[in-house]
């Protein structure tokens, strides 16, 4: 188990990372979910022991490591850009790590054999590593992590630099050929999306501080705060702030129903966020408020099509399936449902998120 | 299918045509036409086909040049290549010491190559030069101008004092450009500071070291000014290379003819020790797989 305890870094007067306090299980598979200069990688480098932490403790199985030298932790990690050794083949940056450990040459071929079978680079071995695609380096990279048997693995941002394609499937493959080793698996993105497709844990970061840590699913359900729903939304949450007002919530187009559960709220601002794809273009069944604005741009992307408005300095995106054909400047309706509310308080704390097989 | 032809077009490549024709076509089409004629001067020109570069090649004072030029390169390349990587590899990569660095580094790359013989003609002189004086007084019998092997030594630490910056400061364009996360990943997987040298930064300077080692291979060779003003081909003809005999057949003596054929010689010579050099070294380390740590 890692354990980081209220690890801080601070580079200058400026904090990387900021009193951060979490636990990884063996065998877990964590993600690190946050934009870009959220931490994500300071972070990494903490758990790695590539940066000392500037305050706070970092316990391995209960015993402190802050002071053990990288290459003495077991841990292997995986960047964004595909990093091997240059002259090497395939076959000798998988076995590179075991050479360093002195393991014995009829153990590290039958290693690199199989991990080369569970990355698909058995035709490639013996390869120079630099004449292969983008996506076998980064696998060579994968299966030279893989076959090191690390404790921990870190894993940041891999499939960035990759093709959509192959991103699917190492996205699918990854988790469960790593779960198999038992180690501690970190991998950090910045794509909600693929937080999702990976399951296990998630922590969000913004600016340093982890701002939830629990199952990825229960994060983006019922994320703790304005912040968090904000990191685990893509494109981003909408917000609208909103006055309570007896049994209702009003705002500058008009006036919503609150919902039952919450009638016993106090009246006050709130801020509400609705997530782009609850967001509707044609009049729903059930209860809906209705706001008219101009569009100001519109995206189609594959299948489906952005439409983004704004009225009164508040920008909304709504998410629509389907190429529709919408013109910049016309005034459009969109329908919001109260039941697809995330509301906040005045200190951006969540109160309520939709139900879940809603969402 | 209708072509539109367009003769215009032509008028785009002349400019190069001619360019290229002034520079090189022309120049180089005279020196093989003095290299296949003899002439007893008032510009009458009698063939002699390729006389005179069987006299070249089996001239003994041609071999005598051409060996102490590859003598000289192979020396120049053995220091300046590894010192160069040396102080390419202690540089700092950042803070204000890199400016300063590079400015200093590239200070000896500005100076001319007369200067800078000069300046060591006068620094190893034993009554008024430093070097000299200094050698002298401390009872060692340094004199460039009659002693072989301190001429010899005089010219190579002049060209490593002026162009080994240049070595340097591509090697540390090839380092600078590594990207941060191979040392990370060489220190996760405990490599050594020698197998971060031999298998990371090496392979990652392969593409400047190639370029290192042409110029200053090509330019080793074709080494003139230094010996020049340094000790004009001496003590007896132990400092004359190829460069310093050919200015001496063609100007001192007037041998069109040969002096052409040689330097024809010469080029070809250039022309394919660079290739070569090219060719093994864009190969190495690629196909053939190291099996070892």
Redesign the interface.
């Known amino acids: 188990m890692l354990e980081l305890r209220n690890v801080s870094k601070k580079v200058g007067n400026t904090f990387h990372i900021n009193d951060v306090s979490l636990k990884l299980e063996k065998g877990s598979l964590n993600v690190l979910l946050g934009p870009t200069l959220s931490g994500k990688t300071s972070l990494m ?1 903490l758990m ?1 022991g ?1 940066d000392k932490p500037t305050s706070g403790d970092i316990l391995m199985d209960g015993a402190s490591v802050v002071k053990t030298p ?3 932790r077991n ?3 995986v ?1 964004q ?1 595909f ?1 091997n ?5 395939v ?2 940056n998988i076995a ?2 075991l ?3 002195g393991v014995d040459k009829v153990s590290i071929d039958k290693k690199v054999r199989e991990a080369a079978e569970l990355m698909k680079l058995s035709p490639y071995l ?1 390869r ?1 590593v ?2 292969l695609s983008g996506g076998q380096q980064q696998r060579t990279a994968l299966a030279r992590a893989l076959v090191k048997g690390a404790e921990l693995v870190l894993l940041d941002e891999p499939l960035a630099n990759l093709d959509y394609k192959l991103r699917e499937e190492l996205r699918i493959e990854l988790p469960r050929i790593f779960a198999e080793t038992g180690a501690i698996f970190v991998y950090a993105t910045t794509e909600p999306q693929e937080a999702l497709l990976l399951g296990g844990d998630t922590a969000t970061l913004h600016e340093g501080r982890i701002t939830q840590f629990g199952q990825t699913i229960d994060v983006h359900n019922n994320p703790s705060d304005l912040v968090t729903a904000q990191t685990f939304s893509d494109p981003p949450m909408n917000v609208i702030p909103m006055q309570k007002q007896g049994a209702q919530f009003a705002f500058s187009q008009g006036k919503v129903d609150c919902p039952e559960d919450l009638s016993g709220l106090s009246d006050g601002s709130y801020s509400i966020g609705i997530r782009p794809h609850h967001l509707m273009l044609s009049e729903p069944k059930q209860s809906s408020v209705k706001v008219v604005a101009p569009v100001s741009t519109s995206e189609i992307a594959g299948s489906e099509t952005f439409v983004h408005v704004a009225f009164d300095d508040i920008k909304l995106v709504i998410l629509t399936h389907g190429v529709h054909r919408v013109d910049i400047g016309e005034q459009i309706q969109v329908y919001m449902d109260p039941a697809k509310f995330f509301i906040f308080d005045g200190e951006n704390k969540l109160i309520s998120a939709p139900k879940t097989g809603a969402a | 299918m209708d072509k539109t032809y367009n003769n215009k077009a032509w008028l785009l490549v002349i400019p190069v045509f001619l360019l290229v024709a002034l520079s090189a076509i022309i120049p180089i089409m005279t020196v093989v036409n003095y290299s296949v004629q003899d002439t007893f001067g008032g510009n009458k020109f009698f063939w002699v086909g390729t006389e005179w570069f069987t006299d070249v090649l089996r001239s003994e004072r041609f071999h005598d040049a051409l060996g102490r030029n590859l003598l000289f390169s192979f020396i120049i390349l053995c220091i300046e290549i590894p010192l160069g990587i040396l102080i390419a590899l202690s540089m700092p990569k950042k803070g204000i010491w890199v400016p300063i660095c590079l400015v200093l580094m590239a200070l000896p790359l500005l100076i001319p190559w007369n200067v800078v013989g000069t300046i060591w003609q006068i620094f190893g002189r034993a009554d008024i030069g430093l070097l000299g004086h200094t050698m002298a007084a401390l009872g060692i019998d340094y004199n460039y101008s009659s002693n072989v092997f301190d001429a010899w030594a005089t010219i190579i630490i002049m060209d490593v004092w002026h162009w080994t910056s240049l070595v340097v400061l591509l090697c540390y364009a090839g380092l600078v450009s590594i990207p941060e996360a191979y040392y990370q990943a060489a220190r996760i997987d405990g490599a050594s500071k020698w197998s971060v040298f031999r298998y990371i930064q090496l392979p990652k300077m392969q593409g400047v070291l190639i370029i290192a080692f042409l110029l200053r291979f090509m330019d080793s060779f074709m080494i003139y000014t230094e010996p020049f003003v340094l000790t004009g081909g001496g003590p007896g003809n132990s400092t004359t290379f190829l460069s310093i005999d050919l200015v001496k057949q063609a100007i001192g003596q007037f041998d069109l003819g040969p002096a052409a054929a040689m330097s024809l010689v010469y080029q070809l010579i250039v022309l394919l020790v660079c290739y070569v050099f090219f060719t093994v070294m864009s190969n190495v380390g690629t196909d053939k797989p190291e099996v070892e740590e």
């Open positions: 480098r790695a590539l990288v290459q003495k841990i292997a990690m960047y850009q990093i050794y240059p002259g090497f083949t076959y000798e590179s790590p050479r360093v450990a013996d120079g630099l004449y």
